[in-house]
């Protein structure tokens, strides 16, 4: 590992200046991910500029009735907090999916959106990969794919995104705020992360330099009745092998409204805005769930050995909108 | 850099960090207390296991720079911990584990089986104990980040169903026992604790 510079900041202004546009520098949350990959090289900072003094560290009721969510907020905090809990359960139930308790009482809410990819090429530096030096070549599509993208990869990398609790807050429409040299900014999450294109290694649209301040969750009342379930490879502390965030509300066996976003699919949590086009007003039955994720998956190109996540993700999508059809008609 | 930081109740500095060190690097190696394991180094298998500011966390994702002026608890500290916890505080004023005592810690049960310690000044806490006692340590290299993390377990909900004890320790690894002498111990720990209140 490189030497590097370690600073704590208090301040917003304050650290949006020291960080700059260094090329060097990173703002360092838990430092659960940045470590990991400065450990394997991956990283090479010259200065970390510790964000988690920073006062972003609140979770607040917005005057609309959605929810702010501070960045340097905790993982662990998050899924504890009662407004959440009450109002977005598949974000709370999200947040304990992934990683152990040890990380989640580290990690922040920056630094989960920003989280790099788990592709075993990406972390090994004896191994070409696109995201990691662009140009080189992506060794996963003719190797090691299992846990790669269906939706919206490309020749030039076919990485999935880890966040499990991206995919929740990208079900409900949750907006990234952050803050440049030049004043602040907002991003909605459905913008935030790029297509891939030719360009793997641009992963977000924060302009160079951003500090993320925060998360705002708008007012959703259909998120009340919501889940969030994690296939993975064994019953806890693995990554997603694929996930499903859903709310949904059903009056009279019809669909009013429902929400749904796809984890490990795709380089970004995958919002499934033709499966929601097509359930709303119809009937909240399994065949209707059936043709909503099949039409969403139309899409899909698998790879010889990730098909089995077009199957996984249609049963996931009909057991968990089943379910939430129980729970509202309860 | 100089870092400042307090370990199992002790203010302690170290000089010449390197401020990109991992807390375990530093834990081991400049305070000579190998009691927190070195294993996996990215944060999968919970064996440097530490309480900083009270909460369980992987000491090998920490950067030294992280931990000045914060509270780190180690194995080494937990008995200490652990009895301040049950007596309310630091009564006696002269609480918490030297870095001597600590770097000499070693549990030195009278009968060997019970782990009532002997002549040694270190008691050890019920999660150890109940450790011994449910023989669940085999190697022994995942045992002190069990500790600290069963430990903490216990200290939030005193009577965790399996699937908590499931929950909690999910973040430690344990390649010998296959966990079910982990859980054992566990229940002991919680069952000895309702009882004795
Ligand atoms: C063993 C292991 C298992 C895991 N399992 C899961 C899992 O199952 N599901 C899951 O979702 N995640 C999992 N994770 C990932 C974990 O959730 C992330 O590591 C964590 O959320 C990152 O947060 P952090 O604060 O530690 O980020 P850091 O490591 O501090 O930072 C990550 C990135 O974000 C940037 N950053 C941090 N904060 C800000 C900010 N405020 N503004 C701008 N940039 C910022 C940093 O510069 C860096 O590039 C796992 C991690 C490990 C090590
Ligand atoms: S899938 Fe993406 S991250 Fe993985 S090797 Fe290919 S380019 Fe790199
Ligand atoms: S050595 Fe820290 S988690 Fe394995
Ligand atoms: S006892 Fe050997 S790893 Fe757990």
Redesign the interface.
């Known amino acids: 590992?490189?030497?590097?510079?370690?600073?704590?900041v208090f301040d917003v202004p304050g650290a949006v200046a020291l960080l700059g546009t260094d090329p060097e520098a990173r703002f360092?949350g838990?430092?659960?991910n940045l470590?990991?990959l400065?450990?394997a090289g991956v990283e090479r900072p010259a200065l970390?500029v510790?964000v988690?003094e920073l006062p972003l560290g609140r979770i607040e009721a917005t005057a609309d009735g959605g929810l702010r969510i501070g960045a340097t907020v905790t993982n662990?905090d998050l899924a504890a907090d009662p407004q959440v809990r009450r109002h977005y359960p598949a974000l709370a139930q999200a947040v304990l999916a992934g990683?152990?308790?040890?990380?989640r009482?580290?990690a922040t809410i920056g630094g989960n959106l920003l989280q790099r990819t788990r592709c075993g090429y990406f972390a090994d530096l004896t191994k070409p990969c696109n995201k990691r030096v662009p140009g080189s070549g992506c060794p996963a599509i003719e190797g090691e794919h299992h846990n790669h993208a269906i939706l919206g990869a490309s020749e030039h990398c076919v990485a999935v995104h880890p966040s499990d609790m991206g995919v929740a807050l990208t079900a409900f429409d949750a907006v990234v705020s952050y803050e440049t040299a030049d004043g602040p900014g907002e991003l909605p999450l459905a913008e935030f992360y790029l297509p891939v294109g030719d360009t793997p290694h641009l992963e977000t649209a924060l302009p160079s330099g951003a500090l993320i301040t925060g998360i705002t969750l708008p007012p959703n009342p259909v998120a009340a009745v919501s889940r969030y379930r994690k296939v993975r490879e064994r019953?806890?502390?693995a990554f997603a092998i694929g996930s499903i965030a859903a709310a949904l509300d059903v009056r009279d066996g019809l669909v009013r409204e429902v929400r749904l976003a796809f984890g490990a699919v795709a380089s970004r949590p995958w919002r499934a805005r033709e499966a929601e086009r097509l359930l709303t007003g119809g009937p909240a039955s399994a065949e209707a769930f059936a043709a909503a994720a099949d039409a969403e998956l139309a899409a899909a190109e698998t790879l010889p050995h990730n098909a089995y996540k077009v199957t996984l993700m249609r049963n996931l999508v009909v057991a968990v909108l089943t379910e939430l059809t129980e729970e509202a008609t309860r | 850099?100089r870092l400042t930081f307090t370990v199992n109740g002790r203010q302690q500095e170290a000089d010449d960090v390197?401020?990109?060190e991992?807390l375990l690097y530093v834990l081991r190696e400049r305070m000579g207390l190998p009691g927190s394991k070195n294993a996996c180094?990215?944060?999968e298998c919970?064996s440097c296991?530490v309480r900083?500011d009270g909460?369980?966390?992987?000491a090998c994702?920490?950067?030294?720079?992280?931990v000045?002026d914060r509270e780190v608890v180690t194995v080494e500290g937990l008995a200490d911990y652990a009895r301040q916890r049950a007596e309310g505080g630091c009564g006696t004023g002269a609480c918490g584990t030297s870095l001597d005592d600590a770097k000499r810690w070693q549990s030195k049960p009278a009968d060997g089986r019970t782990g009532e310690a002997g002549a040694f000044p270190q008691q050890l806490s019920a999660i150890q104990r109940a450790f011994i006692d449910a023989g669940a340590v085999q190697c022994g290299f995942c045992t002190p980040g069990l500790l600290v993390?069963a430990d903490e377990l216990l200290e939030r909900n005193a009577s965790p169903s399996d699937e908590d004890i499931?929950?909690?320790l999910?973040?430690?690894l344990c390649r010998c026992t296959g966990y079910e002498k982990i859980l054992d111990a566990v229940r002991l720990a919680a069952a000895r604790t309702e009882e004795a209140v």
């Open positions: 590992m490189r030497e590097f510079g370690y600073q704590r360092l838990g430092g659960t470590v990991d400065m450990k970390l510790d988690t662990s990683a152990s308790g040890q990380l009482n580290m019953a806890s502390y | 850099m390197w401020e990109g991992s180094e990215q944060g919970g296991t900083l909460v369980p966390v992987c994702l920490v950067a030294a720079g992280q000045q993390a499931r929950e909690a999910s973040g430690n």
